[in-house]
């Protein structure tokens, strides 16, 4: 379903006007085509929640797909750093309008504002997440696991800490060990994309590290596989699933409704790492996946230990 505007209303490709109920539809769709694994977690969640998870997922989609696209144009000398500013400072505009009451008939931000009305969500967190994607576009490599932990929070803990809310807790501890999972998937996606990052030039991991394994950046753009880079990803691996590890003392602080879609996701995302490591450490030329069957097969598995008794 795609949308276009016609003046004062928002229009579908089938001619329908917008409404709620399509508003959430249209994002809905997007997450299904943009994040399954995300989007098969989700299906765990109670219906109530349902909604606002894919209108924040819209939400965020829309922005790092703007963040890609001026990257790309500035790539191609299609766009000036003034003229990405000005696209940035119009989205925050549009967001902030959106947070007054004012959706201007977009169906992501009509499903957005209707999400604020039972969700309390700050808008420094969309706010934050697009700082943080936007580091992309005027990319510095990360000296030190502190420089990149900055990031990881910014791209993907303020997505856990708007998911929580939608969620719902118990205990605003759950706040915390919800930032330690969004930069353990941060960490899991940083180890997946590295030979994509390497063909973009570029290298995610500290460099601190590198230099601790006595692992060269000439090596790591040339995708050398020797002892030492294993140790690096090995040593990747560990501190990624330390964070899962202190991440899963937060699922019981979450309503019991949303607990189930929280484990699915956390687990078919961990399981990358162990992907990696099925792969020989080769994360140049092997991009880590789950297929949907490994992904199913976990469920069960997980249901049984969250009721098993004892």
């Known amino acids: 379903m795609n949308y276009s505007y016609n003046g004062t ?17 249209y994002c809905r769709q997007i997450t299904r085509h943009h994040a399954k694994t995300f989007y098969l977690a989700t299906l765990f969640l109670s219906k109530k ?23 790309d144009k500035l790539t191609n000398g299609k766009l000036a750093k003034a003229e990405m500013s000005s696209m940035m400072a119009d ?18 931000m009509m499903a957005w504002q209707d999400t604020l009305e039972s969700c309390h969500i700050p808008i ?5 997440l697009m700082d943080g994607v936007a580091m992309d576009i005027d990319f510095k490599p990360f000296q030190t696991f502190d420089d990149l932990y900055v990031y990881c929070y910014k791209v993907a803990s303020v997505v856990g800490l708007m998911c929580s809310e939608i969620f719902g ?13 969004g930069i353990a998937m941060q960490l899991t996606n940083i180890l997946r994309d590295v030979g994509e990052d390497v063909d973009r030039g570029r290298i995610y991991l500290p460099l601190e590290d590198l230099d601790r394994f006595e692992y060269t ?12 880079f294993i140790e690096l990803i090995k040593f990747q691996i560990a501190r990624a699933r330390s964070y899962y590890t202190a991440s899963e003392q937060g699922v019981p602080m979450l309503e019991k409704d949303s607990r189930l879609a929280v484990k699915i996701s956390s687990l078919n995302y961990s399981d990358i790492l162990r992907t990696i490591e099925d792969n020989n450490y080769d994360v140049f030329s092997r991009r880590a996946y789950r297929s949907l069957y490994q992904k199913l097969r976990t469920i069960p ?7 098993a008794p004892g």
Request: proline fraction near 3%; hydrophobic fraction near 35%; glycine fraction near 2%.
């Open 9 to 25: 209303t928002t229009v579908s490709s089938s001619g329908k006007e917008l409404t709620l109920a399509n508003a959430y539809r």
């Open 49 to 71: 929640r349902r909604n606002p998870i894919y209108a924040m997922y819209a939400l965020l989609r829309t922005v790092d797909d703007l963040v890609d696209q001026a990257e």
């Open 91 to 108: 989205w925050k505009t549009r967001l902030n309008e959106c947070y007054q009451g004012n959706h201007h008939n977009d169906p992501i």
């Open 124 to 128: 420094e967190l969309p706010l934050d």
């Open 169 to 181: 807790y118990r205990d605003k501890k759950a706040l915390d060990h919800a930032i330690e999972l």
């Open 217 to 228: 950046q000439e090596e790591f753009m040339q995708k050398r596989i020797n002892e030492n």
């Open 301 to 307: 598995v997980i249901w049984y230990k969250m009721h």
